[in-house]
């Protein structure tokens, strides 16, 4: 019953130092997104991918890049780590079209910047 | 002002209450309307789903639109102690934008 899954589940990191988040689906869906969660901000769309190969930016993209190169799997890169990153990051996913399909999301990143 | 707007919480509530849970939002366009519940350090998941108008009832809760009102709600009966989580409303409008507008959400706690 693995759904969505996030690695890691914490991080920290120094400012300037670059990582990769991973999520990876097992349930087919064509779409995934990347948000983060911020208090008092709710989530907010950093990209999303509408399938195999694509990608597309969202709410608050800038300083992060993303990867779709196997349908089941959606990578999330920061370059150069900023202390405004730090923030709970969710991984989501959902079938045919986005706007009429519920998302199903991982149980979340979280990331420290010093 | 947000699109959408969730007074954060927290609430309170002893077991057993009727707990009422509220959304308001700003675009017309706006279409499909879900709840997500989520507990301290996991995701958010899916309890309702609603398109356009009206309402749906599903166990213990049931979700309400009023999109006159520009108004969503979720009503969860009988509360239990499991029931406090934060719930989080999400929205979004028939535009292909694969874009949905979240709350900021509201923490329930039910007290034994």
């Known amino acids: 019953n693995a759904g969505v899954t996030q690695t890691p589940k914490f991080r920290v990191l120094k400012t300037g130092q670059s990582m990769t988040l991973l999520c990876a689906q097992d349930m087919n869906h064509e779409y995934m997104y990347w948000y983060r969660q911020d208090p008092g901000m709710g989530l907010r769309l950093i990209h999303y991918?509408?399938?195999?190969?694509?990608?597309a930016k969202g709410e608050v993209p800038d300083g992060y890049n993303v990867s779709r190169l196997k349908k089941q799997n959606f990578l999330l890169g920061l370059e150069s780590a900023a202390p405004s990153q730090t923030s709970v990051y969710f991984c989501?996913?959902?079938?045919?079209?986005?706007?009429?399909?519920?998302?199903?999301f991982g149980d979340g990143t979280r990331l420290s910047i010093l | 002002q947000k699109e959408v707007e969730q007074d954060p919480g927290p609430l309170s509530v002893p077991e057993g209450a009727i707990v009422s849970l509220n959304c308001t939002y700003s675009?017309?366009?706006?279409?499909?309307f879900m709840w997500y519940r989520q507990y301290s350090r996991k995701g958010p998941e899916l309890l309702m789903y609603?398109?356009?108008?009206g309402n749906k009832e599903d166990g213990r809760f049931t979700a309400q639109v009023d999109k006159s009102s520009k108004y969503i709600s979720l009503f969860i009966r009988d509360s239990q102690p499991s029931d406090s989580a934060t719930y989080l409303c999400a929205m979004s409008a028939i535009s292909g934008t694969y874009k949905y507008i979240f709350g900021t959400g509201t923490r329930l706690k039910v007290l034994a």
């Open positions: 675009n017309s366009a706006f279409q499909y």
């Open positions: 991918s509408v399938g195999e190969g694509t990608t």
């Open positions: 609603t398109y356009s108008s």
């Open positions: 989501a996913s959902s079938s045919h079209r986005g706007t009429d399909q519920p998302q199903h």
